[in-house]
């Protein structure tokens, strides 16, 4: 049997052949010279590393080196490597003398999406209908060849706003790991790279609070699946400014660190489901995400292409500003956008619909340019990967790549953020004013991306009605001039 590489994604024991095969771990200070990281995300990477070697012992050789290329090519013996996860990170092995096997830590793999899209001819590549597929291949919350309780798709009961005049959704905290040796290790390499002006960061340093091992990932497995799951899908998509955590899996990071199979976190959570202990509706937008979503957004990564990155279809070209990439939320007033940014500051994290829709849709109307926009969640989110982020950031959030993964763009005015949060109630600005001194930047944003955008998106039936309510606008002038010189200052 080969020596197989793992790379620092590729930590779980289904990227191995057998449990005692030979393995070569390399640790490398130079990509986070190539660009600033969040410091959280320098940290998780090198101790989730640093705790698989130390797992591993003797089985493994660790080395800490400069640059990946010339320890590979000093390696002795033959050694394997699972398709890694980026275009760049595949061109790169296949220059060294390596063998390369098909990517694992997916449900779906890259030959099966591909009999599936060729088998769609001019069919849009639906995600319901990718679902669908997958949980019959796969046999989940299936009865027979029908779907567990006779419905694919539980959704409509998954959109609520948060629960009126409180705090805190209410459910139990999520379970913290804690930090060891091998993590003060390093943070004291951290400092100490970033004090010889080696390495710089963004965001704050914290002690680690997502699972960097694979005991502490199934423990947020075990917990997540026992006490949040039951209240994971109506309040999917609400946010609450004191409870950060709602009741969202914290798993992204464990899964895309490969510490967890996806497979694996869908059968306990169809067993909680089947053992009464989960509704179907929390059981179902649960497993929607993990072999939907996250299968869905890996395989258009592949399918696209690389050029994907430089998709731009609504030619937006601003430069995102200094105080967002350096998530200076204390330079922010609009209290939605604050308390998100200084969520990525402090953890490098925030849920599905801050990233959406409060942090995505402002680089959106503000109409900066979705690679830049691509490389800042990249680097400042703890569960960012290349594969990740062009299909959510380009596709989804920017809609630069024209609707492909999404039929309008996810633009909204404060409205969406009222209802769905307990953001603007103290805010200085009003949702419903998009004009003088309290207009909300989220209101006037929308209808100014409107405008700015209104040629490109005629065609487009969905954003009909958008653009009737544009053409009735009365202080549309007023809006222009106030947003267009707004610059690029914090709102
Ligand atoms: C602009 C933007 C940027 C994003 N960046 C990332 C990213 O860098 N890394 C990342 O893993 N996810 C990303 N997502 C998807 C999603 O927001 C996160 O997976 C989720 O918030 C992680 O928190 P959680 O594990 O508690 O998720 P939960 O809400 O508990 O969801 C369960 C799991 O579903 C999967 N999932 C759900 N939606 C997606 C999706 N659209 N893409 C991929 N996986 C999904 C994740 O593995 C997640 O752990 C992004 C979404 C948007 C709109
Ligand atoms: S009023 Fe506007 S800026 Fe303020 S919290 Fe609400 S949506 Fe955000």
Redesign the pocket.
């Known amino acids: 049997m080969s020596r197989r590489w793992l790379f620092a994604d590729q930590l779980g024991p289904h990227f191995l052949d057998a449990p005692d095969q030979q393995v070569l771990l390399i640790e490398s200070q130079a990509v986070f010279r190539r660009r600033r990281f969040h410091r959280q995300k320098a940290h998780l990477v090198l101790s989730a590393l640093r705790h698989r070697a130390a797992e591993l012992g003797e089985q493994a050789e660790f080395r800490q080196v400069d640059r990946y290329a010339p320890s590979v090519r000093r390696s002795r013996g033959e050694l394997s490597v699972c398709a890694p996860t980026s275009y760049a990170a595949r061109s790169f092995v296949s220059t060294l003398p390596v063998e390369v096997l098909p990517a694992r830590g997916f449900a779906t793999g890259e030959d099966e999406f591909a009999r599936w899209a060729e088998g769609r001819g001019q069919r849009r590549l639906l995600l319901e209908d990718f679902y669908r597929q997958a949980r019959q291949r796969h046999d989940l919350l299936m009865d027979g060849d029908e779907p567990a309780g006779g419905r694919w798709n539980l959704d409509a009961d998954n959109r609520e706003p948060p629960p009126k005049d409180a705090e805190r959704l209410g459910v139990p905290e999520p379970w913290w790991p804690a930090e060891d040796e091998i993590d003060a290790g390093v943070r004291r390499d951290l400092d100490r790279w970033e004090a010889a002006g080696a390495v710089s960061f963004v965001g704050r340093d914290a002690p680690r609070w997502v699972a960097a091992t694979r005991a502490e990932a199934l423990h947020v497995l075990r917990d997540f699946v026992e006490h949040r799951l039951p209240a994971f899908g109506p309040h999917e998509d609400a946010m609450l400014a004191g409870d950060a955590w709602m009741a969202h899996s914290l798993l992204s990071v464990p899964l895309n660190l490969g510490l967890l199979d996806p497979l694996e976190v869908v059968a306990r959570v169809e067993t909680a489901y089947r053992s009464g202990a989960v509704p179907l509706a929390s059981a179902e937008g649960f497993v929607r995400q993990v072999i939907g979503w996250r299968d869905y957004v890996w395989n258009i990564y592949w399918h696209v292409g690389p050029n994907y990155r430089s998709r731009n279809a609504l030619a937006a070209g601003r430069s995102v500003p200094a105080w967002f990439s350096s998530l200076d939320a204390d330079a922010v007033e ?4 604050s308390d998100v940014l200084a969520g990525v500051r402090d953890r490098g994290w925030v849920h599905h619909i801050p990233r959406l829709m ?1 942090l995505g849709n402002y680089a959106l109307q503000r109409g900066w340019d979705p690679a830049e926009v691509t490389d800042w969640f990249h680097r400042s989110f703890l569960d960012g990967y290349d594969w990740v982020m062009l299909p959510n950031v380009v596709g989804m959030s920017q809609h630069a790549d024209g609707g492909l993964m999404a039929t309008k763009p996810y633009a909204a ?2 409205a969406y ?2 209802r769905m ?1 307990d ?2 109630g103290p ?5 419903a004013k998009r004009v003088g001194e309290s207009a ?4 006037a944003g929308y209808w100014w991306f409107l405008s700015r955008n209104a040629g490109r998106l005629a065609g487009n039936h969905r954003m009909a009605q958008p653009l009737a309510g544009l053409r009735r606008l009365t202080d549309l002038d007023a809006l222009v001039e106030q947003e267009a010189g707004r610059g690029s200052a914090a ?1």
């Open positions: 609009a209290r939605c956008l409060v005015g404060g953020i009222n949060s953001y603007c805010c200085p600005y009003s949702p909300c930047p989220y209101t709102p």
